[in-house]
Nanobody, 122 residues
């Protein structure tokens, strides 16, 4: 069983910065193919923030382009989200997702973290 754990959230003033971290770990042998960050604001659906494949292809929501940067190390099963120039509209619970492939018969699976709260407020 693989677990995904986020860290780095909290309260920040508008214009400030936060860096979110996420690590996937477990006893099973697996290979990471995809890493991503999503968020869900109160009363809204979960939305894509930024994703990356292990081949280096990245994708960003239009609302965060130029402000957020995703980076990761698939060998270490870690992914970061550097968030700069934060806005109140960036409020929400941020979720990390790993797309990984088990070495056994379980094959490919998406694994989500529990989420971490980001609050942008003065």
């Amino acid at each position: 069983q693989v677990q995904v754990v986020e860290s780095g959230g909290g309260l920040v003033q508008p214009g400030g910065s936060l860096r979110l971290s996420c690590v996937a770990s477990g006893r099973a042998e697996f290979t990471t193919h995809f890493m991503g960050w999503y968020r869900q604001a109160p009363g809204r659906q979960r939305e894509l923030v930024a994703t990356m494949t292990t081949t280096g292809i990245t994708k960003y929501a239009d609302s965060v382009k130029g402000r957020f940067t995703i980076s990761g190390d698939s060998a270490k099963n870690t992914v970061l989200l550097q968030m700069n120039d934060l806005e109140p509209e960036d409020d929400g619970v941020y979720y990390c997702k790993f797309g990984l492939e088990y070495a056994d018969e379980r094959g490919y699976i998406d694994v989500w973290g529990q989420g971490i709260l980001v609050t942008v407020s003065s």
